[in-house]
């Protein structure tokens, strides 16, 4: 397909779409010496409420990446967590983590781009692929070609229809993500680096509230498995000091009294994956791909393995042979590494609401057992204990 009168231009790979999965991704190629064109209709990352706080695993990622460093300034360093149960600390971590707003992790990652690559305001409206070339038209009749489109457009699921992929739902409202900042009544500094706290009672539907630090202040992230018009919700969002005392009435106790100091944000939470037969020439990545429960903690994990696995590994092997052809988008869908952390990812996200949701007696009986082992553990005994307990249910390495 050819635009007459359009301005065209020619690269190695195209990344739509600059959230973290597309900056990242770009910011690897570039590194490895690839022309890339990172596109997106806007020209920096708008507060938006999406990941905001970096694990372990996902700080070693970009340590590897060589991107941490670009990262961390923005960011808060955390490394304990105390983990509570009924007002009762069970454990205490040592960790890596870094507290930080979704916005200001990509407008890093965009601001220290490699030279290779080269940031575009614009939106694509149309992918036209293909074994050998891929053309991409984005608007004001602007059209560029590659060899390859890395589609990194998170919920956003018009390309993938035109490419006559399918967005298919996994579990319909799987949960809603709560956020807000709070703050000591007394005005001093909390006395902890991030806490854990487990509620008792499975009535409200609750997994757990995260609090941690980001710049000055202590964020509050708290995942419900409920659907987001559920009046429940509503109340949340405009009682929420209220509506965390009755849900979570020990936590004044472990943390001293609090105030809720920010307006609630909440997003709700489809699990999804897209299906159907991969186009040559076009990969998807991230939330493209397929979207992760933030209960899970693995929303950047399975970013950040996508983008390993896809450009440490596939790109280089492809790019040594001519055409890009369905079988080596393949070859990325199954790899072993992506398709563990995919299943991982989704396995647990069931699992959590399973725990939290499920009234039968096997997950009554469940649901003791977690909560027995919470009460009485010691502090600092065992692993991490959902994946301990999961584990336990379903026999998984």
């Not at 941490?68 to 955390?78: D, F, Y």
């Not at 042979?321 to 869908?333: A, I, W």
Request: glycine share 6%.
């Amino acid at each position: 397909m050819s635009l007459k009168g359009s301005q065209k231009r020619s690269t190695d790979i195209i990344v739509v779409g600059a959230g973290l999965a597309g900056s990242t991704a770009a910011a690897v190629l570039g590194q490895q010496g690839w022309r890339v064109l990172l596109v997106d209709p806007r020209p920096s990352c708008p507060p938006v409420f999406k990941a905001e706080k970096i694990e372990p695993e996902q700080a070693a990622s970009l340590r590897k990446f060589g991107l941490l460093s670009h990262i961390a300034p923005q960011a808060v360093r955390i490394r304990e967590v105390r983990t509570y149960y009924n007002g009762r600390l069970f454990r205490t971590t040592a960790i890596e983590q870094y507290g930080l707003y979704y916005c200001d992790m990509v407008n890093a990652m965009r601001a220290h781009l490699p030279a290779s690559v080269e940031f575009k305001l614009g939106r694509v409206v149309q992918i036209v692929n293909s074994p050998e070339l891929q053309r991409v038209k984005l608007d004001r009749d602007e059209e560029c070609t590659c060899r390859l489109v890395v589609l990194a457009s998170g919920l956003s699921a018009e390309i993938q229809s035109s490419l006559r992929l399918r967005r298919t739902i996994i579990q319909k409202n799987q949960s809603v993500a709560i956020a807000f900042t709070i703050a000591r009544r007394d005005g001093l500094p909390f006395l902890f680096d991030a806490v854990t706290y487990y509620p008792t009672s499975c009535a409200d539907s609750l997994d757990y509230l995260t609090l941690f630090p980001i710049g000055q202040t202590m964020r509050a992230n708290l995942f419900a498995f409920r659907n987001a018009t559920d009046p429940w919700v509503r109340q949340f969002t405009s009682e929420p000091g209220q509506m965390l005392e009755r849900c979570l009435p020990k936590l004044s106790r472990t943390i001293g009294e609090y105030r809720v100091a920010s307006k609630v944000e909440s997003s709700r939470i489809d699990l999804y994956r897209t299906e159907g037969d991969p186009p040559p020439g076009v990969v998807l990545i991230g939330d493209a791909s397929q979207n992760v429960c933030p209960s899970t903690a693995m929303g950047l994990s399975k970013v950040f393995t996508d983008v390993d696995v896809l450009c440490s590994e596939c790109i280089p092997l492809w790019f040594g042979s001519p055409g890009m052809d369905s079988d080596k988008v393949m070859s990325f869908c199954n790899h072993p590494r992506k398709r563990a952390t995919d299943v991982k990812a989704l396995q647990n996200a069931l699992y959590r609401r399973h725990t939290s949701t499920l009234r039968s007696l096997r997950w009554r009986v469940h649901r003791l057992r977690l909560h027995l082992s919470m009460q009485f553990r010691r502090p600092n005994r065992g692993a991490n204990l959902p994946q301990t307990a999961r584990k336990r249910l379903f026999g998984d390495d």
